[in-house]
Protein backbone atom coordinates (compact mmCIF):
# COMPACT_ATOMS: atom_id res chain seq x y z
CA UNK A 1 0.00 0.00 0.00
CA UNK A 2 1.66 3.10 -0.93
CA UNK A 3 1.71 6.65 -0.30
CA UNK A 4 1.29 5.91 3.40
CA UNK A 5 2.55 8.87 5.29
CA UNK A 6 4.96 7.50 8.07
CA UNK A 7 5.57 9.78 11.10
CA UNK A 8 9.01 12.06 10.50
CA UNK A 9 11.63 10.79 12.71
CA UNK A 10 12.64 14.82 12.31
CA UNK A 11 9.63 16.24 13.44
CA UNK A 12 9.80 18.42 16.68
CA UNK A 13 7.28 17.79 18.92
CA UNK A 14 7.70 19.75 21.73
CA UNK A 15 4.67 21.34 23.37
CA UNK A 16 2.61 19.27 20.90
CA UNK A 17 -0.35 17.04 21.72
CA UNK A 18 0.00 13.48 20.09
CA UNK A 19 -2.81 11.59 19.91
CA UNK A 20 -1.41 8.20 20.09
CA UNK A 21 -3.64 4.69 18.46
CA UNK A 22 -2.08 1.59 19.71
CA UNK A 23 -3.34 -1.99 20.24
CA UNK A 24 -3.22 -3.00 23.76
CA UNK A 25 -5.59 -5.62 23.34
CA UNK A 26 -3.67 -8.12 25.91
CA UNK A 27 -5.21 -11.25 27.27
CA UNK A 28 -6.37 -10.29 31.18
CA UNK A 29 -7.59 -12.87 33.71
CA UNK A 30 -8.39 -12.06 36.99
CA UNK A 31 -7.22 -8.46 36.35
CA UNK A 32 -3.68 -9.61 35.60
CA UNK A 33 -2.03 -9.50 32.43
CA UNK A 34 -0.82 -12.51 30.81
CA UNK A 35 0.61 -11.95 27.48
CA UNK A 36 2.85 -8.61 27.50
CA UNK A 37 3.77 -9.06 24.04
CA UNK A 38 1.54 -6.23 22.79
CA UNK A 39 2.70 -3.45 25.00
CA UNK A 40 6.18 -4.53 25.14
CA UNK A 41 6.33 -3.89 21.30
CA UNK A 42 5.25 0.09 21.94
CA UNK A 43 7.24 0.63 24.68
CA UNK A 44 10.34 2.01 22.61
CA UNK A 45 8.41 4.86 20.43
CA UNK A 46 6.61 5.96 23.25
CA UNK A 47 10.13 6.27 24.61
CA UNK A 48 11.03 8.23 22.09
CA UNK A 49 7.68 10.71 22.13
CA UNK A 50 8.47 11.51 25.99
CA UNK A 51 11.88 12.62 24.78
CA UNK A 52 10.78 14.68 22.58
CA UNK A 53 8.70 16.54 25.23
CA UNK A 54 5.54 15.71 23.43
CA UNK A 55 2.05 15.27 25.66
CA UNK A 56 0.63 12.04 24.95
CA UNK A 57 -3.22 10.67 24.57
CA UNK A 58 -3.10 6.85 24.66
CA UNK A 59 -6.32 5.41 22.71
CA UNK A 60 -6.75 1.63 22.74
CA UNK A 61 -9.30 -1.05 23.24
CA UNK A 62 -9.57 -4.24 24.82
CA UNK A 63 -12.07 -7.00 23.90
CA UNK A 64 -15.56 -6.39 22.25
CA UNK A 65 -17.69 -4.99 25.09
CA UNK A 66 -19.75 -3.62 22.24
CA UNK A 67 -20.68 -0.20 23.58
CA UNK A 68 -21.05 -0.71 27.16
CA UNK A 69 -18.67 -0.36 30.45
CA UNK A 70 -17.39 -4.01 31.52
CA UNK A 71 -15.26 -4.19 34.44
CA UNK A 72 -13.38 -7.32 33.22
CA UNK A 73 -12.36 -5.53 30.01
CA UNK A 74 -10.96 -2.46 31.72
CA UNK A 75 -7.41 -1.22 30.90
CA UNK A 76 -6.66 -0.54 34.11
CA UNK A 77 -3.96 -3.90 34.88
CA UNK A 78 -2.50 -2.42 31.12
CA UNK A 79 -2.52 1.30 32.84
CA UNK A 80 -0.28 0.53 35.98
CA UNK A 81 1.98 -2.26 33.62
CA UNK A 82 2.83 1.10 31.88
CA UNK A 83 3.13 2.92 34.74
CA UNK A 84 5.29 0.71 36.14
CA UNK A 85 7.64 1.22 32.58
CA UNK A 86 7.51 4.30 31.90
CA UNK A 87 9.57 7.15 33.23
CA UNK A 88 7.21 10.20 33.63
CA UNK A 89 4.25 10.97 34.87
CA UNK A 90 0.97 8.49 33.25
CA UNK A 91 -2.70 9.21 34.17
CA UNK A 92 -5.46 7.10 33.23
CA UNK A 93 -9.26 8.71 32.17
CA UNK A 94 -12.46 6.62 33.12
CA UNK A 95 -15.22 9.17 31.75
CA UNK A 96 -16.82 10.60 29.26
CA UNK A 97 -15.49 11.97 25.70
CA UNK A 98 -16.46 15.71 27.19
CA UNK A 99 -15.42 18.81 28.17
CA UNK A 100 -13.66 16.77 31.51
CA UNK A 101 -11.27 15.08 29.05
CA UNK A 102 -10.55 18.70 26.96
CA UNK A 103 -9.79 20.11 30.11
CA UNK A 104 -7.50 16.82 31.74
CA UNK A 105 -5.88 17.08 28.42
CA UNK A 106 -5.13 20.76 28.07
CA UNK A 107 -3.73 19.94 31.58
CA UNK A 108 -0.70 18.05 30.50
CA UNK A 109 2.35 18.95 30.67
CA UNK A 110 5.52 17.98 28.19
CA UNK A 111 6.65 14.52 28.38
CA UNK A 112 3.33 13.43 30.43
CA UNK A 113 1.21 10.39 29.60
CA UNK A 114 -2.76 10.01 29.70
CA UNK A 115 -4.40 6.81 28.45
CA UNK A 116 -8.23 6.88 28.25
CA UNK A 117 -10.41 3.84 29.47
CA UNK A 118 -11.04 1.41 26.41
CA UNK A 119 -12.51 3.43 23.76
CA UNK A 120 -14.94 0.35 22.83
CA UNK A 121 -16.81 1.40 26.46
CA UNK A 122 -18.11 4.00 23.62
CA UNK A 123 -20.72 3.08 20.73
CA UNK A 124 -19.69 5.50 19.11
CA UNK A 125 -16.41 4.30 18.65
CA UNK A 126 -17.33 0.98 16.98
CA UNK A 127 -20.02 3.00 14.53
CA UNK A 128 -17.28 5.25 13.59
CA UNK A 129 -19.41 8.18 14.70
CA UNK A 130 -18.38 11.57 13.16
CA UNK A 131 -19.41 13.85 16.23
CA UNK A 132 -17.63 11.13 18.35
CA UNK A 133 -14.40 11.30 15.84
CA UNK A 134 -14.43 14.95 16.32
CA UNK A 135 -14.10 15.05 19.87
CA UNK A 136 -11.53 12.78 19.68
CA UNK A 137 -9.97 14.69 17.17
CA UNK A 138 -10.05 17.95 19.04
CA UNK A 139 -7.95 16.41 21.69
CA UNK A 140 -4.54 17.05 20.50
CA UNK A 141 -2.28 18.32 17.50
CA UNK A 142 -0.78 15.30 15.81
CA UNK A 143 -3.06 11.73 14.89
CA UNK A 144 -0.94 8.51 15.57
CA UNK A 145 -2.24 5.53 14.29
CA UNK A 146 0.32 2.72 15.36
CA UNK A 147 -2.17 -0.28 15.67
CA UNK A 148 -1.81 -2.27 12.53
CA UNK A 149 -4.10 -4.62 13.91
CA UNK A 150 -6.84 -2.73 14.10
CA UNK A 151 -6.31 -1.06 10.80
CA UNK A 152 -9.08 -3.42 8.85
CA UNK A 153 -11.98 -2.07 11.24
CA UNK A 154 -13.71 1.28 10.36
CA UNK A 155 -14.02 2.62 13.12
CA UNK A 156 -14.09 6.68 14.90
CA UNK A 157 -10.34 6.27 16.47
CA UNK A 158 -8.74 4.56 13.34
CA UNK A 159 -10.91 6.25 10.64
CA UNK A 160 -12.93 9.22 11.31
CA UNK A 161 -10.65 10.88 13.51
CA UNK A 162 -8.19 11.65 10.76
CA UNK A 163 -10.50 13.70 9.49
CA UNK A 164 -10.44 16.36 12.85
CA UNK A 165 -7.19 16.32 13.29
CA UNK A 166 -4.20 18.85 11.38
CA UNK A 167 -1.71 16.15 10.69
CA UNK A 168 -2.14 12.01 10.72
CA UNK A 169 0.48 9.26 10.73
CA UNK A 170 1.06 5.82 10.81
CA UNK A 171 3.49 4.80 13.28
CA UNK A 172 6.89 2.69 13.22
CA UNK A 173 5.13 -0.47 14.41
CA UNK A 174 2.81 -0.03 11.62
CA UNK A 175 5.45 1.06 9.44
CA UNK A 176 7.12 -2.24 10.26
CA UNK A 177 4.17 -4.41 9.88
CA UNK A 178 3.70 -2.97 5.92
CA UNK A 179 7.33 -3.45 5.16
CA UNK A 180 6.90 -6.81 6.66
CA UNK A 181 4.03 -8.57 4.59
CA UNK A 182 5.09 -6.38 1.46
CA UNK A 183 8.17 -9.00 1.56
CA UNK A 184 5.60 -11.83 0.75
CA UNK A 185 3.73 -10.46 -1.23
CA UNK A 186 5.20 -8.14 -3.43
CA UNK A 187 8.93 -8.01 -2.47
CA UNK A 188 9.95 -11.32 -2.28
CA UNK A 189 12.92 -13.35 -2.36
CA UNK A 190 11.94 -16.70 -4.46
CA UNK A 191 11.20 -18.84 -3.86
CA UNK A 192 8.41 -18.05 -1.42
CA UNK A 193 6.93 -21.18 0.69
CA UNK A 194 3.17 -19.56 2.33
CA UNK A 195 2.26 -22.07 5.88
CA UNK A 196 -1.49 -21.59 6.13
CA UNK A 197 -3.06 -22.84 9.48
CA UNK A 198 -6.67 -22.60 11.24
CA UNK A 199 -9.70 -24.12 11.01
CA UNK A 200 -12.21 -23.05 8.58
CA UNK A 201 -10.79 -22.77 4.66
CA UNK A 202 -13.38 -20.26 3.76
CA UNK A 203 -11.94 -17.54 5.91
CA UNK A 204 -8.36 -18.39 4.35
CA UNK A 205 -9.70 -18.82 0.52
CA UNK A 206 -8.92 -15.08 -0.64
CA UNK A 207 -5.78 -15.29 1.13
CA UNK A 208 -4.61 -18.47 -0.35
CA UNK A 209 -6.07 -17.55 -3.82
CA UNK A 210 -4.01 -14.28 -3.43
CA UNK A 211 -0.69 -16.14 -2.52
CA UNK A 212 -1.25 -18.73 -5.21
CA UNK A 213 -0.38 -16.45 -7.86
CA UNK A 214 3.03 -15.44 -6.02
CA UNK A 215 3.95 -18.34 -4.04
CA UNK A 216 6.10 -21.69 -5.39
CA UNK A 217 4.78 -23.89 -2.55
CA UNK A 218 1.43 -23.53 -0.09
CA UNK A 219 1.92 -25.86 2.82
CA UNK A 220 -1.80 -26.65 4.18
CA UNK A 221 -2.09 -27.57 8.16
CA UNK A 222 -4.29 -27.43 11.39
CA UNK A 223 -7.68 -29.16 11.00
CA UNK A 224 -7.61 -26.44 7.89
CA UNK A 225 -6.29 -29.74 6.34
CA UNK A 226 -8.64 -31.92 7.17
CA UNK A 227 -11.08 -30.49 4.58
CA UNK A 228 -8.52 -31.50 1.95
CA UNK A 229 -8.02 -34.83 3.46
CA UNK A 230 -11.49 -35.85 3.02
CA UNK A 231 -11.66 -34.09 -0.71
CA UNK A 232 -8.96 -36.62 -1.49
CA UNK A 233 -11.16 -39.52 0.00
CA UNK A 234 -9.35 -39.84 3.07
CA UNK A 235 -10.71 -40.96 6.57
CA UNK A 236 -10.30 -38.35 8.81
CA UNK A 237 -13.01 -39.59 11.55
CA UNK A 238 -14.28 -37.18 14.13
CA UNK A 239 -11.82 -34.56 13.10
CA UNK A 240 -12.89 -30.90 12.44
CA UNK A 241 -14.10 -29.84 8.84
CA UNK A 242 -16.32 -27.61 7.44
CA UNK A 243 -19.01 -28.30 5.26
CA UNK A 244 -19.19 -28.30 1.77
CA UNK A 245 -15.63 -27.20 1.44
CA UNK A 246 -15.11 -28.90 -1.67
CA UNK A 247 -16.01 -26.73 -4.48
CA UNK A 248 -13.57 -24.23 -2.52
CA UNK A 249 -10.85 -26.93 -2.87
CA UNK A 250 -11.72 -27.11 -6.44
CA UNK A 251 -10.81 -23.44 -7.05
CA UNK A 252 -7.82 -23.63 -5.13
CA UNK A 253 -6.38 -26.82 -6.46
CA UNK A 254 -7.67 -25.37 -9.90
CA UNK A 255 -5.64 -22.05 -9.36
CA UNK A 256 -2.68 -23.26 -8.03
CA UNK A 257 -2.55 -25.73 -10.99
CA UNK A 258 -2.81 -22.72 -13.24
CA UNK A 259 -0.07 -20.68 -11.48
CA UNK A 260 2.33 -23.49 -10.93
CA UNK A 261 2.17 -23.56 -7.43
CA UNK A 262 2.42 -26.84 -5.06
CA UNK A 263 -0.21 -27.42 -2.58
CA UNK A 264 0.79 -29.61 0.38
CA UNK A 265 -0.88 -31.10 3.03
CA UNK A 266 -0.09 -33.99 4.78
CA UNK A 267 1.35 -37.00 4.37
CA UNK A 268 0.50 -38.70 8.29
CA UNK A 269 -1.10 -37.32 11.11
CA UNK A 270 -0.84 -37.20 15.15
CA UNK A 271 -4.14 -38.79 16.05
CA UNK A 272 -6.30 -39.12 19.72
CA UNK A 273 -9.91 -40.41 20.78
CA UNK A 274 -10.41 -37.06 21.90
CA UNK A 275 -8.21 -33.40 22.55
CA UNK A 276 -7.05 -34.17 25.53
CA UNK A 277 -5.51 -37.33 25.23
CA UNK A 278 -2.29 -38.55 23.80
CA UNK A 279 -1.03 -38.28 20.27
CA UNK A 280 -0.52 -41.74 18.12
CA UNK A 281 1.22 -41.02 14.82
CA UNK A 282 -0.63 -42.69 11.92
CA UNK A 283 -0.10 -43.02 8.18
CA UNK A 284 -3.67 -41.88 6.50
CA UNK A 285 -4.70 -45.02 5.44
CA UNK A 286 -4.22 -45.80 9.07
CA UNK A 287 -7.15 -43.51 10.49
CA UNK A 288 -10.11 -44.97 12.15
CA UNK A 289 -13.80 -43.72 12.59
CA UNK A 290 -13.48 -42.25 15.75
CA UNK A 291 -9.80 -41.15 15.46
CA UNK A 292 -9.59 -36.74 16.06
CA UNK A 293 -7.04 -35.72 14.10
CA UNK A 294 -4.52 -33.32 16.24
CA UNK A 295 -1.25 -32.36 14.60
CA UNK A 296 1.23 -33.38 11.60
CA UNK A 297 3.15 -36.54 11.69
CA UNK A 298 6.88 -37.20 11.36
CA UNK A 299 7.08 -38.00 7.40
CA UNK A 300 5.01 -34.43 6.89
CA UNK A 301 7.57 -32.23 8.84
CA UNK A 302 10.49 -34.02 6.90
CA UNK A 303 8.67 -33.38 3.88
CA UNK A 304 8.05 -29.05 5.26
CA UNK A 305 11.55 -29.46 6.77
CA UNK A 306 12.82 -29.54 2.79
CA UNK A 307 10.80 -27.20 1.50
CA UNK A 308 11.87 -24.37 3.95
CA UNK A 309 15.30 -25.62 3.30
CA UNK A 310 14.56 -24.55 -0.15
CA UNK A 311 12.70 -21.26 0.14
CA UNK A 312 14.11 -18.04 0.71
CA UNK A 313 11.14 -16.46 1.78
CA UNK A 314 8.45 -18.37 4.61
CA UNK A 315 5.06 -16.66 5.47
CA UNK A 316 3.45 -18.91 8.27
CA UNK A 317 -0.44 -18.14 9.77
CA UNK A 318 -1.74 -20.78 11.41
CA UNK A 319 -0.47 -23.49 14.26
CA UNK A 320 -0.03 -26.95 12.74
CA UNK A 321 -2.45 -28.43 15.43
CA UNK A 322 -3.87 -28.78 18.65
CA UNK A 323 -0.97 -26.89 20.55
CA UNK A 324 -3.43 -25.65 23.50
CA UNK A 325 -2.23 -29.58 24.55
CA UNK A 326 1.59 -30.14 24.07
CA UNK A 327 1.36 -33.26 23.01
CA UNK A 328 -0.18 -32.17 19.66
CA UNK A 329 2.25 -29.14 19.64
CA UNK A 330 5.18 -30.96 18.16
CA UNK A 331 4.68 -30.14 14.51
CA UNK A 332 4.05 -26.02 15.43
CA UNK A 333 7.03 -26.27 17.53
CA UNK A 334 9.28 -28.06 14.70
CA UNK A 335 7.92 -25.44 12.18
CA UNK A 336 9.01 -22.62 14.41
CA UNK A 337 12.09 -23.87 15.43
CA UNK A 338 13.14 -24.99 11.55
CA UNK A 339 11.81 -21.24 10.37
CA UNK A 340 13.86 -19.48 13.05
CA UNK A 341 17.46 -21.56 12.52
CA UNK A 342 16.77 -20.73 8.65
CA UNK A 343 16.39 -17.01 10.14
CA UNK A 344 19.69 -17.20 11.61
CA UNK A 345 21.98 -19.19 9.61
CA UNK A 346 20.65 -18.88 5.78
CA UNK A 347 19.22 -15.59 6.07
CA UNK A 348 15.72 -16.42 5.27
CA UNK A 349 12.99 -13.95 5.29
CA UNK A 350 10.28 -14.72 7.74
CA UNK A 351 7.44 -13.40 8.05
CA UNK A 352 4.58 -14.67 10.98
CA UNK A 353 1.27 -14.04 12.13
CA UNK A 354 -1.86 -14.69 13.74
CA UNK A 355 -3.24 -14.40 16.96
CA UNK A 356 -2.82 -18.55 17.09
CA UNK A 357 0.54 -18.72 15.73
CA UNK A 358 2.21 -16.07 18.10
CA UNK A 359 -0.08 -17.68 20.86
CA UNK A 360 1.80 -21.30 20.36
CA UNK A 361 5.21 -19.82 20.06
CA UNK A 362 4.44 -17.71 23.12
CA UNK A 363 3.39 -21.14 24.63
CA UNK A 364 6.51 -23.26 23.54
CA UNK A 365 9.19 -21.41 25.65
CA UNK A 366 11.45 -21.96 22.91
CA UNK A 367 13.77 -19.38 22.02
CA UNK A 368 13.14 -18.38 18.43
CA UNK A 369 14.07 -15.78 16.04
CA UNK A 370 11.97 -13.99 12.74
CA UNK A 371 12.20 -11.39 10.49
CA UNK A 372 9.23 -10.41 11.63
CA UNK A 373 6.28 -11.41 13.99
CA UNK A 374 3.24 -10.08 13.33
CA UNK A 375 0.34 -9.70 16.19
CA UNK A 376 -2.28 -8.69 13.99
CA UNK A 377 -4.95 -10.74 12.90
CA UNK A 378 -7.78 -10.04 10.83
CA UNK A 379 -5.72 -6.78 9.72
CA UNK A 380 -2.95 -9.46 8.61
CA UNK A 381 -5.20 -11.66 6.56
CA UNK A 382 -7.03 -9.14 5.06
CA UNK A 383 -3.60 -7.23 3.90
CA UNK A 384 -2.79 -10.40 2.19
CA UNK A 385 -5.81 -10.66 0.56
CA UNK A 386 -4.49 -7.06 -0.92
CA UNK A 387 -7.80 -5.15 0.48
CA UNK A 388 -7.32 -1.53 0.96
CA UNK A 389 -7.50 -1.12 4.55
CA UNK A 390 -10.19 1.49 6.03
CA UNK A 391 -7.18 2.77 8.52
CA UNK A 392 -4.17 3.02 6.32
CA UNK A 393 -6.45 4.23 3.11
CA UNK A 394 -6.74 7.68 5.52
CA UNK A 395 -3.26 7.90 5.83
CA UNK A 396 -2.31 8.22 2.44
Known amino acids: MS????FPQDLSLENKTIILR???NVPI??????????????????????????????????GRPKGLRDATLSLLPVY??????????????????????????????????????????????????????KKIGKLGDIYINDAFSC???????????????????????????????????KNKKEPLTCIIGGSKISTKITVISNLIKSAS????????????????????????KEDNSS??????????????????IPEDCAVSKSFEGNATPKDLKSIEKDDVILDVGPKTLKTIEKIIDSSNTVMWNGPAGYFENKNFAVGTNFIAQKISENTNKKSLISVIGGGDTVSAINKSGLNLSFTHLSTAGGAFLE?????????????K
Open 247 to 264: EIIKKIMHEAEKNKCKII
Open 22 to 24: VDL
Open 151 to 185: SHRKQASIHGITKFVKAAYAGPLLKKEIIAINSVV
Open 3 to 6: GIKY
Open 80 to 133: KHLKEKLSTNMYFYTGEINDELNSKCSYLKNSEVLLIENIRFFREETDNEENFS
Open 217 to 240: NIIIVGAMANNFLKYNNCEIGKSL
Open 29 to 62: REKKIQDFTRISLILPFLEELIKKKSKIIIISHL
Open 383 to 395: YLEGKDLPGLSVL
